[in-house]
């Protein structure tokens, strides 16, 4: 039963997913709406400073991740706590795309333990200094929320590695994913102390807290959110091994509120790598590496200590390189700079001593007096020393074998196209022209932006090593093109640029927050916003009755399958009590009454021939016949069948029956119904992931079969149906009300019921198109849909038994 929200759902939590301690005391009470105070138990109460918020107040970003953009550090003398900004993390580089009077709040945990009796002291130092606002999160819950669910669960499955091998990826850990939701629970709250929902939006980052936003839609159901993933997300038939899969996924639902998807990659700092580029301590580096190297081809790779970064692939092709091309012995260089591991494990210690075996292998069959061709770098540089190698280095290599928004290649980019001061120290003329040259796997998230790279798959050994003498050896006129072209998109794709976009999209799907009336249902992980329009409302059976009373010409439009008979009902034939209603509403001389469904005229007749005054339309108004009552009543109808598209060409049928008998075959439990102006394929007792699967690809295929054809194909529930252009329910209601039009009798009421997409036609019809030729009045209408959900239609009934209960009371007054 859906509920109207409350502001008490925070505790509606079923299981015990929450056994962990509960977050340590919030800080003092904060402004969440205007003039209203909130305690720390999330009731809310009247403030008596009304003009706390004036109408000038200034929306602030609310940055949500799992770690903050700080650095911190404890003083073992003095014991004082010592923190700065992180000036490589991306969530403080994204604050120059925002415009300076909109406020930043980070919300996040510390790379640092801190302990309980000082953590309202460093909170509030943090707000106040820094604005952010801690997490804290106990060690024990820390460690199954993030070394646990993290990084054995979600990390691996975001780069395709299933839990198939115990010892490199754990078997799924409940209490790991309790650990999860109640840490994220605990950010959630924190962003609760800072917010202003009316005002605020909340940026979400990453694969951390994928369900921090139910929990802030159970206090705030209009809250101002968004999420970024930095990581492609998995194919479905890798996502689905995860058990928790729905849990994870529904917080995408929509029901109603208006939901963006897209693909938006992250960019780079200009700023601070131009920065960097100038630093003298840069410049001195720089001059130091390139005495060094001087006469060689530098080759440099730069990644995390990771399974999946392909390190150790990239040596073999090494290996193969100088082994199928010796000139390059004594001259060719590879620098592998490795940050790092974020996370720790058997697998990271194997893939760190797989590398050095192999680079020992390579150094000891290649090298030379005073030449060794794999030099390894893993121990912390800075970002000087780091940005000198980007500066000298011929080519770039980028070899994961799954990775996300990596974004070594763009820093390359920047730096080899070097500055004023950059080429003073190396001594080049300040016109000369600019080369890169980038080899990147074609499983890494930049790469389709990187149109003039060398793409590889990492695990073709020849391929990379093919692909790294091509980059050394292609002409400079091509490296230098190939080069402007990855700069140009670069340097106007950067940070900035990611961030304006994002909060655009943002801006632009809750722009119409506060124009819908919301609803909360569900307990736990399972609540919902169901979000209508305000002038979509329950269809009140007093108030329609009346107003049936009161009118003497009307009209009546019904749906059968879903909205008079159960979807789910196994018995589709109308029962006596279906009979009756249908009956007592086609008796009354004052009523026109229609059922139309998208079912054939043969089952529609042998149902409802005995109901002598119902007006029937077939195959969604292909057929259409008027009862009885109304022949006498109106000049035009008939009690025959009429074709509404006589002329309609249906040789289409001839190439897809044929398409769909070859999904039939490969889906077990579908079937093709065939209709004299349609064809259906239904896949209701198919399995439900493949039966979807197949509908999806039947969609395309037909789509693109009849892409510039008088042919529709359309969706609906558990079928793909195919149709003539121009047959709708919606034609259905014009036809039947001009035609009364005609003979004087335009109605003065109109009733029509529906539950799918097929009655949304209808609705359409009725509410823009039919009257809009007429000068009479309009009547009195009436559009209603079967369940709460989106629709055209400006009226609902919960469900089967709601109409018949409608339905019923109008019969009793036709028939008193």
């Known amino acids: 039963m859906v509920a109207r929200s409350c502001m008490n759902l925070l505790n509606l939590v079923s299981g015990d997913i929450y056994n962990f301690p509960q977050s340590p005391r919030a800080l003092p009470r904060v402004m969440t709406v205007p003039g209203i105070m909130s305690d720390v138990d999330g009731k809310c109460r009247d403030n008596d400073d009304s003009n706390a918020f004036s ?28 923190f700065s900004y992180d000036e490589d993390s991306i969530l403080l580089q994204l604050k120059d795309g925002l415009p300076l009077d909109t406020g930043v709040v980070y919300v996040g945990s510390l790379k640092v333990d801190v302990d309980a009796t000082e953590q309202d002291k460093v909170s509030v130092e943090l707000l106040e200094e820094f604005n952010c606002l801690p997490t804290f999160i106990p060690s024990d819950l820390q460690k199954q929320f993030y070394n646990g669910f993290c990084k054995q669960h979600l990390w691996p499955l975001f780069h395709y590695m299933l839990p198939m091998y115990p010892h490199y990826c754990n078997r799924f850990d409940r209490s790991l994913w309790q650990a999860y939701v109640s840490a994220n629970k605990r950010f959630a709250d924190k962003v609760l102390e800072v917010i202003n929902p009316e005002y605020d939006y909340v940026w979400v980052h990453d694969y951390h807290l994928m369900v921090l936003a139910t929990f802030l839609r159970k206090k705030y159901c209009r809250v101002k959110l968004g999420f970024f993933l930095h990581s492609p997300f998995p194919s479905s038939e890798i996502f689905r091994a995860l058990p ?32 960097a580029l100038d630093h003298p301590s840069t410049l001195a580096k720089v001059r130091e590496i390139s005495e060094k190297f001087k006469g060689k081809k530098l080759i440099l790779g730069v990644d995390d200590m990771d399974v999946f970064k392909g390190i150790g692939l990239k040596f073999l092709a090494i290996e193969q390189l100088l082994q199928q091309y010796p000139e390059l012995q004594g001259e060719l260089i590879l620098i592998q700079i490795v940050n790092p591991p974020r996370s720790t494990g058997n697998d990271i210690e194997e893939e760190k001593k797989e590398i050095y075996i192999t680079a020992k292998r390579i150094n000891e069959r290649f090298s030379l007096p005073g030449y060794e061709p794999v030099i390894i770098i893993d121990q912390p540089i800075s970002l000087y020393e780091k940005t000198s190698y980007y500066a000298l280095a011929e080519c770039c290599i980028v070899n994961a074998v799954r990775d996300g928004m990596n974004l070594v290649p763009y820093k390359y980019v920047v730096c080899r196209h070097g500055s004023p001061k950059m080429d003073e120290a190396l001594e080049i003329a300040s016109e000369s022209p600019r080369t890169s040259a980038l080899v990147v796997s074609e499983f890494i998230g ?18 990379v090593a093919d692909a790294l003498n091509l980059a050394i050896t292609i002409p400079s006129g091509e490296k230098q093109l190939r080069h402007e072209n990855h700069y140009r998109y670069v340097s106007s794709h950067d940070v900035a640029y990611w961030v304006r976009c994002f909060m655009k999209d943002l801006e ?22 169901l979000s209508l329009s305000p002038s979509f409302s329950k269809l009140s059976i007093d108030h329609i009755v ?137 896949y209701y007792d198919a399995d439900p992931d493949f039966g979807s699967w197949q509908a999806k690809q039947l969609f395309d295929h037909l789509e693109s079969l009849f892409a510039n054809e008088p042919v529709v194909v359309k969706k ?44 949304e036609d209808m609705f359409e019809s009725l509410l823009t198109k039919a009257y809009s030729g007429t000068s009479s009045p309009a009547p009195e209408i009436y559009a209603c849909t079967v369940g709460q ?28």
């Open 716 to 759: 609906g529930k558990h079928i793909i149906e195919v149709k003539s252009q121009g047959i709708t329910k919606g034609l259905v209601a014009e036809e039947v009300l001009s035609t009364m039009a005609r003979d004087g009798k335009l109605p003065d009421f109109v009733l029509c019921i529906g539950d799918d997409r097929s009655d």
């Open 546 to 682: 009346s107003a049936y009373r009161r009118k003497n010409c009307r009209a009546l439009f019904l749906d059968y399958d879903g909205t008079i008979i159960p979807q789910t009902s196994i018995v589709k034939t109308p029962g006596p009590e279906v009979i009756t209603v249908l009956n007592n509403l086609c008796n009354d001389p004052n009523n026109i009454v229609f059922i139309v469904s998208g079912r054939g005229k043969t089952t529609l007749s042998e149902w409802f021939d005995q109901i002598e005054n119902l007006g029937i339309a077939a195959e969604h108004g292909y057929f259409l016949r008027w009862g009885q009552q109304s022949t006498w009543e109106i000049s035009h109808p008939s009690t025959t069948w009429e074709i509404s598209h006589p002329s309609t060409n249906f040789s289409w049928k001839r190439i897809v029956e044929p398409v769909m008998r070859l999904y039939t075959e490969a889906t077990d439990g579908s079937y093709i119904e065939t209709k004299e102006s349609a064809l259906v394929w239904h």
């Open 508 to 529: 632009h799907s809750c722009r119409d927050h506060y124009n819908k009336n919301c609803w909360g249902f569900g307990f736990g992980l399972s609540f919902r916003i």
């Open 244 to 275: 928790v899969r729905d849990e994870i996924l529904k917080a995408l639902e929509y029901f109603g509120r208006v939901i963006f998807i897209k693909i938006l990659p992250v960019g780079i700092h200009m700023g601070r790598l131009q920065s």
């Open 789 to 816: 959900k989106p629709s055209k239609a400006r009226y609902y009934l919960d469900d089967v038994v709601d109409v018949m209960r409608l339905l019923q009371a109008l019969g009793t007054v036709s028939v008193p």
């Open 55 to 82: 109408s000038e107040y200034n929306r602030k970003i609310i940055i949500v991740a799992n770690f903050l953009p700080l650095n911190a550090q404890k003083d073992k003398i003095s014991g004082k706590w010592c």
């Open 446 to 463: 930049c790469t389709p932006s990187l149109s003039g790279a060398i793409r590889v798959n990492p695990w073709d050994i020849n391929a």
